[in-house]
Structures are given as C-alpha cells and as structure tokens.
C-alpha cells in the first residue's frame, strides 16, 4: 500500500524510533493528579484531556525525552548533540538541573532506551584515560550516585529498576544485573558456551535475551529478580543479509516479551513459551504489549512494504489462541482507570491521532480522531502521553465519554477527492509543446483512489493527465462546524508559509526538490473541509492546481 506522498510532504509522518532496551517511551507513573475533561472537548466514545503544558524553553533547548521519575516528578532530557542533560520539573518544565557530559579528558553518552527513571538514577555510559565507566546521575539534582569501570567490549542496557551487563569472556559471557538505584550487583549468569549476546531487554519481572550461538539464534527468557532461567528457545538460523542486532529488537512489557523486526514477530508469556509466530506480520515502527487478565494485547505496526496494515489484537497467555484482533494502526497501548486504550494515527490521509477504547475480551471499540497531529507522541507514562504540539510539550490522558456518537471520520458529507478536479481542468494543466498534440489531448486523465482501506471513502485521488503534473488531492478532514475546522488546520500547518489561493479561506504551502523535480504541497481550509494537495511542476502550477480543487469542494 503506498503512503501518500502528499502526507508526507505535509510534515505530518515522523519515522518511529527502533527501540531496543526496555519499553519504548513507557515512562513509569507519575503522581496522582487527576484532571477533569475539558467543557470543549468533542463528544465520542474516547479522547485526550490535557493535563499541564511545560514551558517552551524545553524544546528548544532539548530534542530527546529521556525519561520521568515519578517520585522526584522529574523529567530528563537530552540536548540535540548528545553532550548535556537536563532535569526539569514535570508539570511547569522549569530547569531544575544541567550537568555537561562531556568534559577534559572523558566523553559520555546517555544509555539508550531508558524511560523509566523510577529508581532515581540516570544511567550514562563514559570512558575515560582508564577505561570505560557507567555511573548514574540523580534524577533530583543531576549529581552522581554511583559508578563502577566496565571490562573491555562490556555492553550496558537500561531495564527499569536494573542495568544489564554483557561481558565477554575468553570463554563463556557473562550476564549482570545491576541495580540502578545503588550501582550494587543483583545477579550473574554465565551464558552458554559459544554464544554471545546479540540484544537484551528487561523490565521489573522479567530478561529477555537473544543470544548468537554459532549459526543459531535463541532466546533466553529469565526471572528479573534472580536471573534464573524460565525457557529458552530456537528462533532462527542466523540470516547473513540481516544478522541480529540489526533489526528493532526486542520488546519486554508486562512480562511479556516481543522478538520483531521489519518482516515478523514472535510474542512470548511471560513463562517463556512462545505464544504467537508471525511471520507475515511486522514491527516495521513500534511495536506495544499490555498483559491484561491472562490476555497479552498487541499492537503491531505493520511491515515495511506496507505501513497501513497494521492491527491490535488479543492472545491468550494459556494457549496462544487469537481472541480478537481488530484494523488499527496503535503505536502505544496504555492502562488508565481500569481500562485500556489503543492510541496512534488515523488511516491515510487524515493526519490526527485516534484513541480507541479496548475491551480485553470484546475487543477495540470505535475511536475518536482527536485535534492532536499523528506525530506528536513522545512518550507515555502510566496512562498518560507526553505530546508535542508546536513549541512546547503537554500531558494527555485519554477518557471515555458517553452519549456522543463516535468523531472517527468526521462530519458525514466527507467529499469524494476524485471529483476534485475534472477533466476539463486537468487539461488546462497540459504543458504545451509547441506541435499538434491533439491525439494526446483527447487521450483523457486517470484517476486512482489511493486511500487507505480503513480510511473515509475516496478520501484520496491521484491524478495525471498526457503532458501534465501528477497529482494527488487528499482530504485530510470534514468538520460538523467552521470553529472544528479553524482549529485542527491550526494543529496541523503551524506556523508554516501561507500563500494567497482564491476560494481557500486558508492556505500554506511547502516546497521540496530533489533529482531535479520539485514537488510543492499546498494545504488548505475550505469552508468545513481542509484539503491537501500536491503536485509536481512550478510553484504557479500548484497554486492553479490548488484554486480549480478550491473551487470543486465548494
């Protein structure tokens, strides 16, 4: 399924971040301040209440969240060249403290895919004169806590309340959990002969390892607390094109525990036993998993040659059987008040991001396309997501909310995209050649409805036409009112570039180029209606373009 072009070219598809390490962005609890919805919230079955808003320094200062501790309500970040952190108050961002990395004489990295700070410690990989050393930073004041000198080629993982250690050895590797709260030593495995560790993950009950044994590859499932073996299995021969290591990697959550890469996934319990192998589904993005009444949900986005068939689903943790599974694209799973919610973008085209109420036995209920753009998940902390929306970051949490009808697509007269344009303008796109081209003028204009199959009816058109640009018009939304319209055409051009289109209330554009052909999206708010549309050709070709769609969808 191709992703639109005109999506895209709009800024508003960001590539998830592979993730290996603990739970991708799951940041752990934080204090216990609920807030009520919002009088101006759309009806619908469910939606995201804001909490706090952080101040705009934190961005512009910072490009990574780290992590969050709740105790401390500290949230870490990281500057964009990886040289300094920063911890700030996690309702009103302000700067509590800022410690440099890298200094004379030592360089330090942040160790990657650490959201839960819960033990207090930031965990930082270093090397110095002497040799490699990890220590560990206080969340409450960015001092250090604690540090010990790794071996030589001794690889460090954050999992939540512990650091895991791979050490080579001349003969056997060895496995180290460490705590990250004091830095003291928690267990230590000795690995099987010949093998080395290809990825490792972990959470509070459970280690996950994928070990290289030769030509093999296995998995080795063990208890958090004492390092013990509770299964381990043959995954695969090694595949030289792409050996392990290379792809997304594991995912630990709940106990459970997720092996995936572009092509597949393998869910196992928390036991250990294999209950779901997937070879033609994929984590092409983030893959989730909750653990809810013996029942693992998933939510796995899809392979990389086709980003639109992602799906949440439900397997039971006795059998392995599928309880329900269920056409949604989640990037994030999350537990809030007792019920679970499925949250992540829209079909194509419509760029918001959705939230769906999950049933662990009767499945995903009909969502809500909130007024937040689909890139704008960061994070996740015990129900809430941390978004960004233009300059600053905010808390969200979803809710349900009864007696409205579901908000999914919109308002009910969402326009047909390929009765945007008609044959007649198309033809007066046609760029002349200066000979008698009348047997490609009569050739007519093709017209495909490239929508999503989840998404609104023909919600998406491409067009070309014999000696013209290419074109694609894609309605990204129909509001009930003009006010819904104004402010989810806000959330999602910004501050961008307009440009003046007649019979356009509103309009920007963007402009990029690349093997000698620029390509320029113009995004517009028609009366209840915002309309992208992008085509190949001059900057005053997109805009004729932009005016005859204009003046179709009025």
Not at 36 to 52: K, N, T
Not at 74 to 80: E, G, M
Not at 98 to 123: E, I
Not at 186 to 199: F, H, K, N, S
Request: glycine share 10%; with cysteine; hydrophobic share 40%.
């Amino acid at each position: 399924m191709r992703r639109s072009a005109a999506y895209a070219a709009a800024g508003l598809l960001v590539p998830s971040a592979l993730l290996t390490g603990s739970v991708p962005r799951s940041l752990p609890a934080p204090p216990a301040t609920p807030a009520p919805p919002a009088a101006a919230d759309l009806p619908g079955s469910a939606l995201l209440v804001r909490d706090a808003v952080l101040r705009t320094e934190l961005v512009k200062e910072h490009g990574t969240v780290v992590g969050y501790d709740p105790g401390a309500d500290v949230l870490v970040t990281q500057a964009k060249d990886f040289r300094e952190v920063t911890g700030v108050d996690g309702r009103d961002g302000t700067r509590r403290w800022r410690r440099a990395l890298n200094t004379a004489g030592s360089y330090a990295t942040v160790l990657w895919s650490q959201p839960d700070l819960s033990a207090g410690s930031v965990l930082v990989n270093g090397s110095t004169a002497d040799g490699g050393v990890l220590f560990a930073l206080a969340t409450e004041d960015g001092e250090v806590r604690w540090r010990t000198g790794l071996a030589p080629r001794t690889e460090a993982t954050a999992a939540g309340p512990a650091v895991l250690l791979t050490i080579p050895g001349a003969a056997r590797a060895r496995l180290t959990a460490l705590s990250a709260a004091t830095g003291t030593s928690m267990w230590t495995v000795t690995l099987p002969d010949g093998c080395e560790v290809a990825r490792v993950a972990g959470d509070r009950t459970t280690v996950a390892v994928e070990l290289r044994c030769g030509d093999r590859l296995t998995l080795q499932v063990r208890d958090a607390t004492d390092g013990r073996l509770r299964a381990e299995t043959v995954l695969q021969r090694v595949d030289p094109v792409e050996p392990p290591g290379d792809g997304p990697g594991l995912l630990v959550r709940d106990g459970a525990t997720i092996v995936r890469d572009s092509r597949t996934f393998r869910l196992f319990g928390p036991d250990g036993r294999l209950l779901a192998d997937r070879p033609s589904d994929g984590c092409t993005g983030l893959c989730d998993v909750l653990v809810e009444e013996g029942v693992a949900v998933v939510a796995h986005s899809g392979r990389a040659e086709d980003p639109d068939d992602g799906a949440v689903e439900a397997i039971g943790l006795a059998d392995g059987t599928v309880r329900w599974r269920a056409k949604i694209q989640a990037r994030y799973l999350l537990r809030r008040d007792g019920q679970l919610f499925a949250v992540g973008p829209a079909p194509r085209p419509v760029p918001f991001l959705v939230v769906h109420p999950l049933d662990v036995t009767g499945g995903a209920r009909p969502g809500l396309a909130t007024e937040l753009p689909g890139p704008a998940l960061l994070a996740t902390s015990a129900g809430r997501l941390l978004i960004e929306a233009g300059d600053h970051l905010a808390w969200h949490h979803p809710v349900t909310r009864a007696g409205g009808p579901p908000a999914f697509l919109g308002a009910a007269d969402w326009p047909d995209a390929c009765a945007a344009l008609t044959d007649t303008d198309l033809a007066t796109l046609r760029v002349p050649t200066g000979r008698d081209d009348r047997s490609a003028r009569d050739a007519g204009t093709t017209r495909a409805d490239v929508t999503a199959p989840a998404g609104p009816a023909r919600a998406e058109c491409h067009f070309s036409a014999s000696q013209g640009p290419a074109v694609t018009v894609s309605i990204l939304w129909a509001a009930d009112d003009d006010l819904g319209a104004r402010r989810r055409f806000t959330a999602i051009t910004g501050d961008r570039r307009p440009v003046d289109v007649p019979g356009a209330d509103a309009a920007v554009r963007t402009e990029r180029s690349g093997r000698g052909t620029t390509v320029t999206t113009i995004v517009m708010r028609i009366g209840r209606r915002i309309v992208s549309i992008e085509t190949t050709g001059t900057p005053a070709t997109a805009r004729t373009v932009a005016r005859l769609v204009a003046r179709g969808i009025r």
